[in-house]
């Protein structure tokens, strides 16, 4: 049977049962879950046209949601449209009794349609963010990706079926926002003076680039969209805009921002002008060595009520928040109860009343007793060998239930198997919080690794599919995705995706292609984790083993340890696969993407594995050359990275640690991939060497600036150049496709300089 795991929100109706709405993930096993009656073979291009609940790259935590009134709710999708190159975000909006009645007579066989359903298309990025209902569920307020990484604060009406934007005036960017209704909002605007003063300086006769990046004087218009922008917070108040100032002057939010139900104050993260001295000890990390902590002299941070008119300012909890001591929430936002009498704060630090350090909590406070309570203690990482306290999981948001201050729904991402499931807990009359179980009608998104999303009703009795947003699926292979399971070097045990490829037979050989950077069990990812470079579907369907993984081992992270454990975790799997007599030593590869580049290439650089093929896509590989690139963002990690800053002696620790200094060791034929000219400063050094000593090594420049790529001809260019170049490598086969012609005839000219080099080397160990 499948194994349940969910995310679970509950609604309040004056006249219906409790209903509860869940994202479910169903870990399908058997034979039933295997058998798959395809008729064609699964390519990017039917990967770039899925759709998917929530956003699939971060998190699927607002996929659904239940209007205030509980008479509605709304669902969130994502797919791209390859025909038009453009990605379409969807809410489609059902009215609850509607599904009452479809769960009540069975014999009905045609789902209820939505009310409405609105469509907004982009050519990249998120188009919908933050989407929340308006306190009336008269409509959602959402934040609308727009060209050159702004954000456009709209309003999709529920009662007219229209959609209109919330602030009409021309600016930059939104970057948060909070509403009540159409008269009562506020939301945050960027600082525009960076990008005008880059705008103008283009026409002056020199340029000041003292204590600035290289690129953002060699690509200015590529840096406007990276630029550190700070946000100055306006208010909507009856109708009538105007700025927050603080003593006077612009107020400057950092983070989320909540409106109490008045419209009159609002709750935000504001930093601390001076970190008082017990904060170092009464606020510390969860384990000794963190290098994220608490310190006089440097910034912190705490959750700030602010008077819209007057701008004060007050202190919710005389403490920071809990990321400044590394214990993060996914979604920091704060939010206000319906009567406006609580403020829940997702993760902070409560005062302890015998000045003893204390632990970080998802805290409620109650404005009325002026006391604060805390709901769920945030765990997080130690020294020891599980490398987590127990009952660590990670938590993505808090929000009261329906308003109501004695409820509260945490949603976190277990470490057991990286599913996205929620508590609900309620305060009982003595104040303390207890998690509690709720019964009644759900809503479901259910999904697996080989279970692809759907829409799903139940009541406890009947269970039915609402929507399938892939119906397309019928007529496509997907293959087997299994869960695989090894021991790393300290003998955890250690999970990923094995995609089978196509026409598998137990016992024979088949080439492999490890793709890092993370592993999601819960999850339906055909590609693997991300769009970017990763094809694993594609790639099993060409007849190649395809392993997504995540974490491989214990390896600190900012540390000198961190590229070498990662590198011997893929090389320990590697040899596992072999091992059970899956793989095929002489055909195995790997896909790098972020910072997992950085890893590839100490696998490439200083690894005992033959790897044949190996690709690197938009990361960080600490190489000098980023170091001097950007020494503000780089420099200090790179310093702790590599175990010393290269000059003087510390040189020497860079020439034995960097990849850059060590390309002379890789063999492997090595693909280069940069997303825009940003990108591809940071990627040249790994083309530029290996090319200089006369190595395989291709390099492509996408036209994107994306970094999790949704742009659909940026993601055929990037999950089939994958497809395509780990074929020619590991199988020796190419693409008929005439207009790939000069991309092959490329490659094999790269063929003969690795066997050149190869007949070089075994010349020079004959003699």
């Given at each position: 049977?499948?194994?349940r795991?969910?995310?679970?929100i509950?609604r309040?109706?004056?006249?219906?049962?409790?209903?509860?709405i869940?994202?479910?993930?169903?870990v399908?096993?058997?034979p039933?879950?295997q058998a798959?009656?395809a008729?064609k073979?699964?390519?990017?291009?039917?990967?770039?046209?899925?759709?998917?609940?929530?956003?699939p790259y971060?998190?699927?935590?607002?996929?659904l949601?239940?209007?205030?009134?509980g008479?509605?709710?709304?669902?969130y999708?994502?797919?791209?449209?390859?025909e038009?190159?453009?990605?379409?975000?969807?809410?489609?909006?059902?009215?609850c009794e509607?599904?009452?009645s479809?769960?009540k007579?069975?014999?009905?066989?045609?789902?209820?349609?939505?009310?409405w359903?609105?469509n907004r298309?982009s050519?990249?990025?998120?188009?919908?963010k933050?989407?929340?209902?308006l306190?009336?569920?008269g409509g959602v307020?959402?934040l609308?990706?727009?060209?050159?990484?702004?954000?456009?604060?709209?309003?999709?009406?529920?009662?007219k079926?229209r959609?209109?934007?919330l602030?009409t005036?021309?600016?930059?960017s939104?970057?948060?926002?909070?509403?009540?209704?159409k008269?009562?909002?506020?939301?945050?605007?960027?600082?525009?003076?960076p990008?005008q003063?880059?705008?103008?300086?283009?026409?002056?006769?020199?340029?000041?680039?003292t204590?600035?990046?290289?690129?953002?004087?060699?690509?200015p218009?590529?840096?406007?969209?990276w630029?550190?922008?700070?946000?100055?917070?306006?208010?909507?108040?009856?109708g009538?805009?105007f700025?927050?100032?603080?003593?006077?002057?612009?107020?400057?939010?950092?983070?989320?921002v909540?409106l109490?139900p008045?419209?009159?104050?609002?709750?935000t993260?504001?930093?601390?002008?001076?970190?008082?001295v017990?904060?170092?000890?009464?606020y510390?990390?969860?384990?000794?060595?963190?290098?994220?902590r608490?310190r006089v002299?440097?910034?912190?941070?705490?959750?700030?009520?602010?008077?819209?008119q007057?701008g004060?300012?007050?202190?919710?909890t005389?403490?920071?928040?809990?990321?400044?001591?590394g214990?993060?929430?996914?979604?920091?936002t704060?939010?206000?109860?319906t009567d406006g009498?609580?403020i829940?704060?997702?993760?902070?630090?409560?005062?302890?009343?015998?000045?003893?350090?204390?632990?970080p909590?998802?805290a409620?406070v109650?404005?009325?007793?002026?006391?604060?309570t805390c709901v769920?203690?945030?765990?997080?990482?130690?020294?020891?060998?599980?490398g987590?306290?127990e009952?660590?999981?990670?938590?993505?948001?808090?929000r009261?239930?329906?308003?109501?201050?004695r409820?509260?729904?945490?949603?976190?991402?277990?470490h057991?198997?990286?599913?996205?499931?929620?508590?609900?807990?309620?305060?009982?009359?003595?104040g303390?919080?207890?998690?509690v179980?709720h019964?009644?009608?759900?809503?479901t998104?259910?999904?697996?690794?080989?279970?692809?999303?759907?829409?799903?009703a139940?009541?406890?009795?009947?269970?039915?599919i609402?929507?399938?947003?892939n119906?397309?699926l019928?007529d496509?292979?997907?293959?087997?995705?299994?869960?695989y399971k090894w021991?790393?070097?300290?003998?955890?045990e250690?999970?990923?995706?094995?995609?089978?490829?196509?026409n598998?037979k137990?016992?024979?050989r088949?080439?492999?292609v490890?793709?890092?950077?993370g592993?999601?069990?819960?999850?339906f990812?055909?590609?693997g984790?991300f769009?970017?470079a990763?094809a694993?579907?594609?790639?099993?369907?060409?007849g190649?083993?395809?392993?997504?993984?995540?974490?491989?081992?214990a390896c600190?992270?900012v540390?000198?340890d961190e590229?070498?454990?990662?590198a011997?975790?893929?090389e320990?799997?590697a040899n596992q696969?072999?091992?059970d007599?899956?793989?095929?030593p002489?055909?195995?590869g790997i896909?790098g993407?972020?910072?997992t580049?950085?890893?590839v290439?100490?696998m490439l650089?200083?690894?005992?594995l033959?790897?044949?093929?190996?690709?690197?896509t938009?990361?960080?590989?600490?190489?000098y050359?980023?170091?001097?690139?950007?020494t503000?963002?780089?420099?200090?990690?790179?310093?702790?990275?590599?175990g010393?800053?290269?000059?003087?002696?510390g040189?020497q620790?860079?020439?034995?640690?960097?990849?850059g200094?060590n390309?002379?060791?890789?063999?492997?034929?090595?693909?280069?991939v940069?997303?825009?000219?940003?990108?591809?400063?940071y990627?040249?050094?790994?083309?530029?060497?290996?090319?200089?000593?006369k190595k395989?090594?291709?390099?492509i420049?996408?036209?994107?600036d994306?970094?999790?790529?949704?742009?659909?001809?940026?993601?055929m260019?990037?999950q089939?150049?994958?497809?395509?170049w780990?074929r020619?490598?590991?199988?020796g086969?190419?693409?008929?496709?005439?207009a790939?012609?000069?991309q092959?005839?490329?490659?094999?000219?790269?063929?003969?300089?690795r066997?050149?080099?190869?007949?070089?080397?075994?010349a020079?160990?004959a003699?």
């Amino acid at each position: 049977m499948p194994r349940r795991v969910g995310l679970s929100i509950k609604r309040a109706t004056p006249y219906l049962r409790p209903i509860l709405i869940s994202i479910s993930c169903f870990v399908c096993a058997g034979p039933l879950c295997q058998a798959q009656q395809a008729k064609k073979p699964f390519t990017v291009a039917d990967d770039i046209g899925l759709a998917y609940f929530g956003d699939p790259y971060t998190s699927r935590a607002e996929a659904l949601q239940f209007s205030p009134d509980g008479k509605y709710f709304a669902a969130y999708t994502e797919r791209g449209r390859l025909e038009l190159n453009r990605v379409e975000d969807s809410l489609r909006f059902y009215r609850c009794e509607d599904i009452e009645s479809f769960l009540k007579h069975p014999d009905e066989s045609q789902a209820p349609s939505p009310v409405w359903v609105v469509n907004r298309s982009s050519a990249e990025g998120l188009i919908i963010k933050a989407w929340r209902w308006l306190a009336d569920s008269g409509g959602v307020a959402f934040l609308e990706g727009t060209p050159y990484g702004s954000q456009q604060l709209m309003l999709a009406d529920l009662t007219k079926k229209r959609i209109k934007p919330l602030v009409t005036q021309k600016v930059r960017s939104l970057d948060a926002f909070d509403v009540r209704d159409k008269s009562h909002y506020v939301y945050t605007v960027a600082n525009l003076d960076p990008v005008q003063k880059i705008q103008a300086e283009r026409k002056a006769a020199a340029i000041v680039g003292t204590g600035r990046p290289l690129a953002e004087l060699v690509f200015p218009d590529s840096w406007i969209k990276w630029l550190s922008r700070r946000s100055y917070l306006m208010a909507v108040v009856g109708g009538k805009r105007f700025e927050v100032k603080r003593n006077g002057a612009s107020f400057i939010a950092d983070g989320g921002v909540a409106l109490s139900p008045d419209g009159h104050s609002l709750v935000t993260v504001s930093s601390v002008a001076k970190v008082p001295v017990s904060w170092e000890t009464l606020y510390p990390p969860s384990y000794a060595s963190s290098r994220t902590r608490i310190r006089v002299g440097s910034s912190a941070n705490q959750y700030v009520r602010i008077d819209l008119q007057s701008g004060s300012e007050q202190s919710l909890t005389g403490a920071p928040v809990s990321g400044d001591a590394g214990m993060w929430v996914g979604d920091d936002t704060p939010s206000w109860s319906t009567d406006g009498r609580a403020i829940l704060l997702p993760g902070t630090f409560l005062k302890s009343d015998q000045d003893a350090p204390s632990r970080p909590c998802v805290a409620v406070v109650d404005l009325t007793s002026n006391t604060s309570t805390c709901v769920e203690i945030l765990k997080g990482h130690t020294d020891e060998k599980d490398g987590v306290e127990e009952g660590y999981h990670f938590i993505w948001a808090a929000r009261f239930v329906h308003g109501d201050k004695r409820r509260v729904k945490v949603t976190f991402l277990s470490h057991e198997d990286e599913s996205i499931q929620t508590t609900e807990y309620q305060e009982d009359p003595e104040g303390r919080w207890r998690a509690v179980e709720h019964v009644g009608l759900k809503v479901t998104v259910k999904q697996s690794f080989n279970e692809p999303p759907r829409l799903v009703a139940s009541d406890g009795h009947v269970s039915r599919i609402i929507w399938d947003p892939n119906p397309q699926l019928k007529d496509i292979e997907l293959g087997e995705v299994a869960l695989y399971k090894w021991k790393d070097k300290e003998g955890r045990e250690r999970k990923g995706e094995l995609y089978k490829p196509k026409n598998y037979k137990p016992g024979q050989r088949y080439p492999l292609v490890i793709q890092t950077h993370g592993f999601e069990e819960s999850g339906f990812h055909p590609s693997g984790l991300f769009p970017t470079a990763f094809a694993a579907t594609e790639l099993a369907a060409a007849g190649i083993a395809v392993l997504q993984v995540g974490v491989v081992g214990a390896c600190p992270l900012v540390t000198p340890d961190e590229a070498p454990c990662n590198a011997s975790g893929y090389e320990i799997v590697a040899n596992q696969l072999v091992s059970d007599g899956f793989v095929d030593p002489e055909r195995i590869g790997i896909i790098g993407f972020s910072r997992t580049c950085f890893y590839v290439m100490e696998m490439l650089t200083t690894g005992s594995l033959h790897v044949k093929a190996a690709s690197i896509t938009d990361g960080l590989m600490f190489t000098y050359s980023e170091y001097v690139l950007n020494t503000d963002r780089v420099s200090g990690e790179a310093d702790a990275v590599i175990g010393a800053p290269p000059f003087g002696e510390g040189l020497q620790q860079w020439l034995k640690r960097s990849p850059g200094f060590n390309l002379d060791k890789i063999t492997a034929p090595l693909l280069v991939v940069g997303e825009g000219p940003f990108s591809l400063l940071y990627m040249w050094v790994p083309y530029a060497g290996l090319h200089y000593l006369k190595k395989p090594v291709d390099v492509i420049m996408l036209n994107t600036d994306e970094h999790v790529l949704r742009n659909p001809e940026a993601r055929m260019a990037s999950q089939g150049g994958s497809v395509d170049w780990f074929r020619f490598w590991l199988k020796g086969e190419e693409d008929p496709d005439p207009a790939k012609a000069e991309q092959y005839a490329r490659w094999r000219e790269l063929q003969k300089v690795r066997d050149e080099n190869a007949n070089n080397v075994a010349a020079s160990h004959a003699n």
